[in-house]
């Protein structure tokens, strides 16, 4: 009888972290696939040179971040996954999500500009104890927008 009110105390919490933090996920990837449909006439590579020809007016240094935080059920599944070893599938598309937000925001801090060139992309997992349980992942993204005459 203890086990089973240890279950369902333990069950209840995981089972409504998965269904609103499954709500909130796809609730940033639709506003995600709306925003990259808006600007998606903005290149950004991360080749060196300008991809365009013509003559360039101005360049800048521009960077988007963005800090996104792990859900109760990815945390559960995380520390499941600790036990038996092996990559952490539900921090995936918590990585996807913090990648294009963040690639998103740079884009949307250059109005104006033709390309964006050698962008990169720096990830850092947040920890928020002494045990080093990862909390969230902050990205960084930042490159040179190209502005032509």
Same mark, same amino acid.
């Given at each position: 009888m203890?086990?089973?009110?240890l279950l369902a105390f333990w069950s209840v919490p995981i089972a409504l972290g998965y269904i609103f933090g499954r709500s909130a996920e796809a %609730?940033?990837?639709r506003a995600i696939h709306e925003r990259e449909?808006?600007?998606?006439?903005?290149?950004?590579?991360s080749l060196k040179k300008p +991809?365009?020809?013509? #003559?360039? #007016? %101005? =360049?800048? @240094?521009?960077?988007?971040?963005?800090?996104? =935080?792990?859900?109760?059920?990815k945390k559960a599944a995380s520390a499941l996954r600790s036990l038996v070893g092996g990559p952490v599938k539900s921090y995936?598309? @918590?990585l996807d999500r913090a990648k294009r937000e963040a690639v998103l925001r740079l884009k949307? =801090?250059?109005?104006? #500009?033709?390309?964006?060139?050698? +962008?990169? +992309?720096?990830?850092?997992? +947040?920890s928020k104890n002494v045990r080093g349980e990862v909390t969230g992942v902050e990205v960084l993204a930042y490159g040179t927008a190209i502005y032509y005459a």
């Open positions: 203890e086990y089973l009110i %609730r940033h990837y449909k808006a600007i998606v006439h903005l290149p950004a590579t +991809l365009g020809s013509g #003559a360039v #007016a %101005r =360049s800048e @240094l521009v960077t988007g971040s963005v800090v996104v =935080s792990v859900d109760y059920f995936e598309t @918590l949307e =801090s250059c109005p104006g #500009a033709g390309e964006i060139v050698n +962008l990169r +992309l720096e990830t850092m997992p +947040l």
